[in-house]
Structures are given as C-alpha cells and as structure tokens.
C-alpha cells in the first residue's frame, strides 16, 4: 500500500491540472474506503481558507475574464489551476496522514538503527523517562516566574534563569572543565 | 553527513544528558508547537526555529561527542511525530535539517559566539526556505505566480508603488534571519551559565 500512496503523491506532482482533480477523487474515495477520518481535513478552518484564496479569489483577481456567474467575471482556466492546486495538497496531506498514522515506533527504530544510530533506543527511552520530572519542574518554575526580576539589576539574567532550569538534570560526572576541546580531536 | 551519524558508544553522562536536552526540547515542541497550532498563529515554524538554535546551542556546551545535536535532533523529531498534534511530518524533517545545520556549523568553528550566531542565522535561511519548498511542493510552483499576481492587484488597487511592497515583504525573512541570530547568541549565552555553574 505505501508503494501505491508514493506512487499517487507523485501523480498530483508531475500531472497537468486538468488530470490532477478528477484523479484526486478517485484517491479521496480510495483512502476514504480506507480510513474514515480523511475528510475531516476540509471541515477545517485553513482548509477553507485556502480553498476560497485559490479557488474563488485567484480566479477572480488573476488572468482573463472568460466566464461569469452572478454578475462576477472570473478566469475558467483560474479556476481548473486552483481547484487543481487545492486538490494536490488535500491528497499529499492525507497521503502523508495515512502513512504517519501506519508507522509505528519499531519501525522508526529499525530505520535509525538501520542508519547507523545504535543509540537512539537508549537516548529516546530514558528521555521519555525524563520528561514528567523535567514538565513538572518547568511548570513549577513558570509559575514562580516573574519577569520583571530578569531585568532587575543584581537579580537573575534570562541566560542563568534557562540555565538555572537545566542543571538540575544534567549528569554532573560529565567533565566540562575543559572548556571549547570538542572540537580538538 | 553519514560520518556525523557514525556516533561512538555513549558513556553513562552523555546519554543522560542527551535525553534531557531531548525531553526539554521535545516538551517545547509539543506544549508550545501544541499551543501555536491551536492558535494558528503566523509563523509558527520561525518561532520554532528560535527556540530550536537556542536549544542546540547550548546543548552543545555538555554534548561534546561528534554527531551529538543530531542524535538529539533526531530524538526529538521521533517525540514530535508520536506525541505532537496536527501535521507531523514537516516538523520531524525541519528538527532534523535543523540539528544537522547546528552540528556542522559548530563541529567547523568551534564553540564560540560567532559560530553560535551563525548556526541561528542558518537555521533561520532554511526555515524560511523550509515554508517556500513546502508550500511549491503541497500547491505547486505556480502559487508563486498566484502571490505575485495577488500581491500586484492589491497594491496596485491601494496605490502602493511596487517598491515600497517588495522591501515590505524582503523585510520579513531580513527580521527573522536577525532573531535567528540572538536566539544563537542567546543559546551560547545559556550554554556558558550552564558551563559555569557545573563548573562550580
């Protein structure tokens, strides 16, 4: 099936417009068959305002005037390029949604070790571990936070208040003494 | 790039310490990545460029092994993908440009100021570029043309002179590239405190 989503994201790129929309639906009900929640993507707020400047403004503003409807003149060729630039990014999106929704944590794991990065199991779990000690903190500090004492002569700098949040969790056996030697080797 | 992902065996301190930066970087970009999705603040992925050069460069205080801010990079992008909200997948690949710019950069100068400003400004050139790419990749090249033409008519129907709007628009990028570097200052600002206090 990934093989099939590469192969449609790459139609909605090299393809003429014109092919683009009626291939677009044809994909739209594929993945809808596929997972329901595809479509949820044009019920949003950003998916409505892209549609309206490529698809209802552009046509309008831009290119010559061969059509009308209600009194308005708009470019019929504006309208075939925007519903296709529309078209693209619903499909690219929702390709890439279903492919991100199929990967799991092992398989991300079997590509980075695949790669070289032994140590990413290490470091990501014991990070997982780290992070409700290290939000807790941070939120305790935030709200202890008061920004008028940054600025304050002989109070705390922005600098040593970040640092002030990340020492706590650091490995002191760490040699950092030597100052600027990572470089050296 | 391949050599920089050759990572030795990790001692006891540098993996703990690669996983705080990891979990502080990673809880920046799903609380705060979170909250400028919801809000849908404009742009969202210079704000988190920002925070990321600052995090990578004072990261590279205590994460002296080679190839450590990608490693990092790449912990924080796999948080990104599981736990963020809305679309992943150009955060995950943004994370890991950006900690592959950050670890060559300062990997050739060194750890210092300069070299700090520069991983932000650099950062910052490919976030900008990122959200160019993106946009020609998800709508077409031709929504270039579609702005341009947009950007005309409307000036031209408010009376603006050409000029005055191209220096407008060029003035974004120009602003970001300059906050790009002060949060790399401010990181290697951060870095040394750190540096100091661990000292002590």
């Known amino acids: 099936?990934?093989?099939?989503?590469?192969?449609?994201?790459?139609?909605?790129?090299?393809?003429?417009?014109?092919?683009?929309?009626?291939?677009?639906?044809?994909?739209?009900?594929?993945?809808?068959?596929?997972?329901?929640?595809?479509?949820?993507?044009?019920?949003?707020?950003?998916?409505?305002?892209?549609?309206?400047?490529?698809?209802?403004?552009?046509?309008?503003?831009?290119?010559?005037?061969?059509?009308?409807?209600?009194?308005?003149?708009?470019?019929?060729?504006?309208?075939?390029?925007?519903?296709?630039?529309?078209?693209?990014?619903?499909?690219?999106?929702?390709?890439?949604?279903?492919?991100?929704?199929?990967?799991?944590?092992?398989?991300?794991?079997?590509?980075?070790?695949?790669?070289?990065?032994?140590?990413?199991?290490?470091?990501?779990?014991?990070?997982?571990?780290?992070?409700?000690?290290?939000?807790?903190?941070?939120?305790?500090?935030?709200?202890?936070?008061?920004?008028?004492?940054?600025?304050?002569?002989?109070?705390?700098?922005?600098?040593?208040?970040?640092?002030?949040?990340?020492?706590?969790?650091?490995?002191?056996?760490?040699?950092?003494?030597?100052?600027?030697?990572?470089?050296?080797e | 790039m391949l050599k920089l992902l050759k990572i030795e065996k990790l001692s006891e301190s540098n993996l703990i310490n690669t996983a705080v930066f990891a979990a502080i970087w990673g809880l920046a970009e799903i609380s705060l990545g979170t909250f400028l999705h919801a809000s849908k603040i404009p742009f969202r992925g210079a704000i988190m460029s920002l925070l990321a050069t600052a995090v990578l460069v004072c990261a590279k205080v205590v994460l002296k092994y080679k190839g450590s801010l990608i490693l990092l990079g790449i912990v924080t992008a796999t948080f990104?993908?599981?736990?963020?909200?809305?679309?992943?997948?150009?955060?995950?690949?943004?994370?890991?440009?950006?900690?592959?710019?950050?670890?060559?950069?300062?990997?050739?100068?060194?750890?210092?100021?300069?070299?700090?400003?520069?991983?932000?400004?650099?950062?910052m050139v490919y976030s900008i570029t990122h959200g160019l790419i993106m946009q020609a990749l998800f709508l077409g090249i031709d929504i270039y043309k579609m702005y341009y033409e947009l950007i005309l008519k409307v000036t031209n129907k408010a009376g603006l002179s050409e000029e005055l709007v191209l220096i407008l628009i060029l003035l974004i990028p120009v602003i970001q590239i300059g906050l790009g570097a002060a949060s790399g200052s401010f990181g290697f600002s951060v870095g040394n405190q750190i540096n100091n206090m661990i000292e002590d």
């Open chain 1, 1 to 184: 099936m990934k093989y099939l989503i590469f192969l449609f994201v790459i139609s909605v790129i090299v393809l003429p417009a014109k092919f683009i929309i009626p291939l677009s639906i044809l994909i739209m009900v594929l993945y809808f068959s596929l997972d329901r929640t595809v479509l949820n993507i044009l019920k949003r707020k950003s998916t409505l305002f892209l549609f309206a400047i490529v698809a209802i403004i552009q046509p309008i503003l831009i290119g010559e005037p061969t059509n009308s409807m209600m009194g308005v003149s708009y470019s019929g060729l504006g309208v075939i390029n925007g519903l296709a630039m529309f078209c693209r990014a619903i499909v690219i999106i929702n390709s890439i949604s279903i492919l991100n929704r199929r990967t799991d944590k092992e398989s991300i794991r079997y590509f980075w070790g695949k790669l070289g990065i032994e140590q990413f199991d290490a470091v990501f779990t014991k990070s997982q571990e780290q992070l409700p000690e290290i939000k807790e903190s941070f939120s305790k500090s935030i709200k202890n936070f008061n920004g008028k004492n940054l600025l304050k002569p002989g109070k705390s700098k922005p600098a040593e208040f970040f640092a002030n949040l990340i020492v706590p969790f650091l490995h002191k056996s760490n040699s950092l003494s030597s100052k600027n030697n990572f470089n050296e």
């Open chain 2, 80 to 123: 990104r993908l599981f736990l963020g909200v809305g679309f992943n997948i150009t955060p995950f690949a943004a994370i890991i440009i950006e900690s592959v710019i950050a670890e060559i950069v300062i990997n050739k100068f060194g750890f210092r100021r300069t070299a700090a400003v520069l991983t932000g400004t650099l950062i």
